[in-house]
Protein backbone atom coordinates (compact mmCIF):
# COMPACT_ATOMS: atom_id res chain seq x y z
CA UNK A 1 0.00 0.00 0.00
CA UNK A 2 1.39 3.30 -1.10
CA UNK A 3 -0.79 5.33 0.58
CA UNK A 4 -0.65 7.54 3.91
CA UNK A 5 -0.06 5.60 6.47
CA UNK A 6 -0.64 6.57 10.38
CA UNK A 7 0.58 5.37 13.71
CA UNK A 8 -0.35 3.93 16.09
CA UNK A 9 -4.36 4.27 15.04
CA UNK A 10 -5.40 4.22 18.32
CA UNK A 11 -4.00 5.50 21.59
CA UNK A 12 -5.49 5.76 25.08
CA UNK A 13 -3.67 7.26 27.50
CA UNK A 14 -4.06 8.66 30.77
CA UNK A 15 -4.40 12.87 31.33
CA UNK A 16 -0.79 14.89 32.00
CA UNK A 17 0.98 11.74 30.08
CA UNK A 18 2.77 12.75 26.33
CA UNK A 19 1.90 11.02 23.56
CA UNK A 20 3.36 11.02 19.65
CA UNK A 21 2.09 9.91 16.56
CA UNK A 22 3.86 9.42 13.65
CA UNK A 23 2.90 9.87 9.59
CA UNK A 24 4.11 8.47 6.74
CA UNK A 25 3.04 10.24 3.48
CA UNK A 26 2.90 9.26 0.10
CA UNK A 27 6.61 9.23 -1.11
CA UNK A 28 6.62 11.77 -3.96
CA UNK A 29 4.32 14.20 -1.92
CA UNK A 30 6.13 17.44 -0.22
CA UNK A 31 3.21 18.61 1.07
CA UNK A 32 2.15 17.27 4.24
CA UNK A 33 -0.72 18.40 6.56
CA UNK A 34 -2.12 17.74 10.12
CA UNK A 35 -5.85 18.22 10.93
CA UNK A 36 -7.72 17.33 13.66
CA UNK A 37 -11.24 15.88 13.86
CA UNK A 38 -13.52 15.69 16.35
CA UNK A 39 -16.34 13.36 16.76
CA UNK A 40 -19.16 14.78 14.96
CA UNK A 41 -16.91 17.71 13.49
CA UNK A 42 -15.40 18.29 10.15
CA UNK A 43 -11.64 17.99 10.54
CA UNK A 44 -9.98 21.39 11.47
CA UNK A 45 -6.73 22.53 10.35
CA UNK A 46 -3.29 22.20 12.65
CA UNK A 47 -0.45 22.61 10.81
CA UNK A 48 1.24 22.26 6.85
CA UNK A 49 4.89 21.57 5.93
CA UNK A 50 6.24 21.65 3.06
CA UNK A 51 9.42 19.56 2.75
CA UNK A 52 11.21 20.27 6.09
CA UNK A 53 9.70 23.61 6.56
CA UNK A 54 6.67 24.21 8.81
CA UNK A 55 4.88 26.83 6.96
CA UNK A 56 1.64 27.65 8.60
CA UNK A 57 0.57 26.30 12.19
CA UNK A 58 -3.46 26.97 13.23
CA UNK A 59 -4.45 29.12 16.75
CA UNK A 60 -5.35 25.72 17.50
CA UNK A 61 -2.04 24.81 17.75
CA UNK A 62 -1.44 25.31 21.46
CA UNK A 63 2.21 25.23 23.16
CA UNK A 64 1.72 21.86 24.42
CA UNK A 65 1.85 20.48 20.37
CA UNK A 66 4.90 19.92 18.28
CA UNK A 67 5.25 18.89 14.95
CA UNK A 68 8.47 18.26 13.23
CA UNK A 69 9.41 16.55 9.71
CA UNK A 70 13.14 16.36 10.00
CA UNK A 71 13.74 15.21 6.68
CA UNK A 72 11.09 16.27 5.12
CA UNK A 73 10.04 12.59 4.69
CA UNK A 74 8.53 11.73 7.72
CA UNK A 75 6.43 13.35 10.25
CA UNK A 76 5.70 13.29 14.21
CA UNK A 77 3.03 15.53 16.53
CA UNK A 78 3.85 15.24 19.94
CA UNK A 79 1.12 16.14 22.31
CA UNK A 80 2.54 16.79 25.73
CA UNK A 81 0.71 17.00 29.26
CA UNK A 82 -2.42 15.60 27.56
CA UNK A 83 -5.67 16.92 28.48
CA UNK A 84 -9.26 15.35 27.82
CA UNK A 85 -10.06 17.88 25.60
CA UNK A 86 -7.23 16.31 22.94
CA UNK A 87 -9.16 13.47 22.68
CA UNK A 88 -9.84 13.48 19.04
CA UNK A 89 -9.04 11.96 15.71
CA UNK A 90 -5.62 13.17 14.67
CA UNK A 91 -5.55 12.95 10.70
CA UNK A 92 -2.76 13.78 8.25
CA UNK A 93 -2.62 13.94 4.44
CA UNK A 94 -0.20 15.00 2.07
CA UNK A 95 -0.42 16.31 -1.38
CA UNK A 96 2.11 16.50 -4.88
CA UNK A 97 3.94 19.44 -4.94
CA UNK A 98 2.56 20.83 -8.16
CA UNK A 99 -0.57 23.23 -8.09
CA UNK A 100 -2.75 24.82 -5.02
CA UNK A 101 -5.53 22.18 -6.32
CA UNK A 102 -6.56 21.32 -2.85
CA UNK A 103 -6.83 17.77 -3.07
CA UNK A 104 -5.33 16.18 -0.08
CA UNK A 105 -4.42 12.33 0.51
CA UNK A 106 -5.66 11.63 4.10
CA UNK A 107 -4.03 8.67 5.97
CA UNK A 108 -6.74 6.55 8.15
CA UNK A 109 -6.13 8.87 11.12
CA UNK A 110 -4.72 8.23 14.92
CA UNK A 111 -7.33 8.15 17.29
CA UNK A 112 -6.40 9.38 20.88
CA UNK A 113 -8.14 9.02 23.71
CA UNK A 114 -7.30 10.79 27.38
CA UNK A 115 -8.42 9.13 29.86
CA UNK B 1 -12.45 33.61 7.10
CA UNK B 2 -14.56 31.22 5.49
CA UNK B 3 -17.23 28.96 6.93
CA UNK B 4 -18.71 26.07 5.46
CA UNK B 5 -22.40 24.63 7.12
CA UNK B 6 -23.81 21.56 6.38
CA UNK B 7 -27.87 22.09 7.99
CA UNK B 8 -28.29 17.71 7.17
CA UNK B 9 -26.31 15.56 10.05
CA UNK B 10 -28.09 12.62 8.32
CA UNK B 11 -29.60 11.39 5.59
CA UNK B 12 -30.76 8.07 3.99
CA UNK B 13 -31.49 6.76 1.22
CA UNK B 14 -32.41 3.39 -0.88
CA UNK B 15 -30.01 1.64 -3.25
CA UNK B 16 -30.39 2.55 -7.20
CA UNK B 17 -32.30 5.80 -5.66
CA UNK B 18 -30.92 9.48 -5.97
CA UNK B 19 -29.88 11.58 -2.73
CA UNK B 20 -28.68 15.40 -2.52
CA UNK B 21 -27.02 16.83 -0.01
CA UNK B 22 -26.73 20.48 0.84
CA UNK B 23 -23.69 23.04 1.59
CA UNK B 24 -23.68 26.80 2.13
CA UNK B 25 -20.19 28.62 2.32
CA UNK B 26 -19.42 32.15 3.25
CA UNK B 27 -16.52 33.80 1.96
CA UNK B 28 -14.76 37.04 0.89
CA UNK B 29 -12.91 35.48 -1.43
CA UNK B 30 -13.58 35.75 -5.33
CA UNK B 31 -11.31 32.38 -6.39
CA UNK B 32 -11.50 29.16 -4.60
CA UNK B 33 -12.45 25.69 -4.86
CA UNK B 34 -15.03 23.75 -3.39
CA UNK B 35 -15.32 20.09 -3.10
CA UNK B 36 -16.84 16.72 -1.30
CA UNK B 37 -14.67 14.21 0.39
CA UNK B 38 -16.13 11.39 1.58
CA UNK B 39 -15.07 9.20 4.62
CA UNK B 40 -16.05 5.66 4.65
CA UNK B 41 -16.30 4.06 8.32
CA UNK B 42 -13.19 3.14 9.70
CA UNK B 43 -11.39 4.24 6.58
CA UNK B 44 -9.80 7.27 5.06
CA UNK B 45 -11.27 10.73 3.55
CA UNK B 46 -11.44 10.61 -0.30
CA UNK B 47 -12.11 13.24 -2.84
CA UNK B 48 -15.13 12.55 -4.41
CA UNK B 49 -15.74 16.09 -6.52
CA UNK B 50 -14.39 19.44 -7.04
CA UNK B 51 -15.53 22.18 -8.57
CA UNK B 52 -13.08 25.59 -9.51
CA UNK B 53 -15.26 28.75 -8.39
CA UNK B 54 -14.78 30.50 -11.64
CA UNK B 55 -16.23 27.83 -13.75
CA UNK B 56 -19.81 28.14 -14.32
CA UNK B 57 -19.67 24.57 -15.50
CA UNK B 58 -21.35 22.41 -12.28
CA UNK B 59 -18.58 18.97 -11.90
CA UNK B 60 -19.50 15.81 -12.44
CA UNK B 61 -17.96 12.54 -11.65
CA UNK B 62 -19.67 9.40 -13.08
CA UNK B 63 -22.75 9.16 -10.28
CA UNK B 64 -21.65 12.57 -8.58
CA UNK B 65 -22.45 15.80 -9.59
CA UNK B 66 -22.94 19.24 -7.70
CA UNK B 67 -25.44 22.12 -8.29
CA UNK B 68 -23.26 25.35 -7.72
CA UNK B 69 -24.92 28.42 -7.09
CA UNK B 70 -22.08 30.94 -6.77
CA UNK B 71 -24.31 34.25 -6.10
CA UNK B 72 -26.39 31.99 -3.02
CA UNK B 73 -23.22 30.13 -1.97
CA UNK B 74 -24.14 27.04 -2.27
CA UNK B 75 -23.14 24.10 -3.27
CA UNK B 76 -25.27 20.80 -3.17
CA UNK B 77 -23.74 16.78 -4.03
CA UNK B 78 -26.13 14.70 -5.87
CA UNK B 79 -25.27 11.17 -5.71
CA UNK B 80 -27.08 9.13 -8.33
CA UNK B 81 -27.75 5.51 -8.28
CA UNK B 82 -27.23 5.12 -5.24
CA UNK B 83 -24.65 2.06 -3.96
CA UNK B 84 -24.81 0.41 -0.58
CA UNK B 85 -20.89 1.81 -0.64
CA UNK B 86 -21.55 4.79 -1.17
CA UNK B 87 -22.51 4.64 2.54
CA UNK B 88 -19.91 7.33 4.51
CA UNK B 89 -20.10 10.37 5.91
CA UNK B 90 -19.70 13.29 3.52
CA UNK B 91 -18.00 16.94 4.12
CA UNK B 92 -18.28 19.95 1.80
CA UNK B 93 -15.03 21.76 1.83
CA UNK B 94 -13.44 25.26 0.83
CA UNK B 95 -10.30 26.19 0.08
CA UNK B 96 -9.34 29.93 -1.48
CA UNK B 97 -6.68 29.60 -4.00
CA UNK B 98 -3.53 31.74 -4.70
CA UNK B 99 -0.89 32.67 -1.41
CA UNK B 100 -0.02 30.48 1.27
CA UNK B 101 -3.75 28.45 1.53
CA UNK B 102 -2.27 25.14 0.47
CA UNK B 103 -3.97 22.52 1.62
CA UNK B 104 -5.97 24.74 4.66
CA UNK B 105 -9.14 22.84 3.90
CA UNK B 106 -12.00 24.38 5.93
CA UNK B 107 -14.70 21.80 6.00
CA UNK B 108 -18.69 21.58 7.09
CA UNK B 109 -19.80 19.20 10.24
CA UNK B 110 -20.35 16.75 7.69
CA UNK B 111 -23.49 14.63 6.60
CA UNK B 112 -23.94 10.67 7.66
CA UNK B 113 -25.31 9.24 5.00
CA UNK B 114 -26.77 5.74 4.68
CA UNK B 115 -27.65 3.51 1.85
CA UNK B 116 -30.27 1.13 2.49
CA UNK B 117 -30.99 -2.20 0.61
Known amino acids: DTGVSQDPRHKITKRGQNVTFRCDPISEHNRLYWYRQTLGQGPEFLTYFQNEAQLEKSRLLSDRFSAERPKGSFSTLEIQRTEQGDSAMYLC?????????????FGEGSRLTVL | AQTVTQSQPEMSVQEAETVTLSCTYD???????LFWYKQPPSRQMILVIRQEAYKQQNATENRFSVNFQKAAKSFSLKISDSQLGDTAMYFCAFIRTGGTSYGKLTFGQGTILTVHP
Open chain 1, 93 to 105: ASSPPTGNTGELF
Open chain 2, 27 to 33: TSESNYY
